[in-house]
């Protein structure tokens, strides 16, 4: 069983910027793709980020250029950098990890608010 713990959100004033953490627990992290999504206030979960276990990453149209995501095998955790923050970026950040093989698996959600 894998759990998932973000961390880093907060509120930030527009121009700002967060760094979101997700820790996994388990021995499969390495070999996962892992990604950050967000849902914002009824709205549909939406993909913001993708990396893939080789480092390959992929981005949502709307925060190319400002999100980096980043992955520490070492520690287990992904990033997810974000930078010139608007306030439409306002919403439940949730990493996800896709194993190889097996289901995948949700982290809590944390919540990003940026003030205009």
């Not at 980020?49 to 070492?74: E, H």
């Not at 306030?87 to 093989?101: F, G, I, L, N, S």
Request: with cysteine; charged share 15%; proline share 3%.
């Amino acid at each position: 069983q894998v759990q998932l713990v973000e961390s880093g959100g907060g509120l930030v004033q527009a121009g700002g910027s967060l760094r979101l953490s997700c820790r996994a627990s388990g021995s499969i992290f390495s070999r996962a793709g892992m990604s950050w999504y967000r849902q914002a206030p009824e709205k549909q979960r939406e993909l913001v980020a993708v990396i893939g276990n080789g480092g390959g990453t992929s981005y949502a149209d709307s925060v190319k250029g400002r999100f980096t995501i980043s992955r520490d095998n070492a520690k287990n955790t992904v990033y997810l950098q974000m930078n010139s923050l608007k306030p439409e970026d306002t919403a439940v950040y949730y990493c996800k990890m896709t194993p190889v093989v097996g289901p995948t698996y949700w982290g809590q959600g944390t919540q990003v608010t940026v003030s205009s």
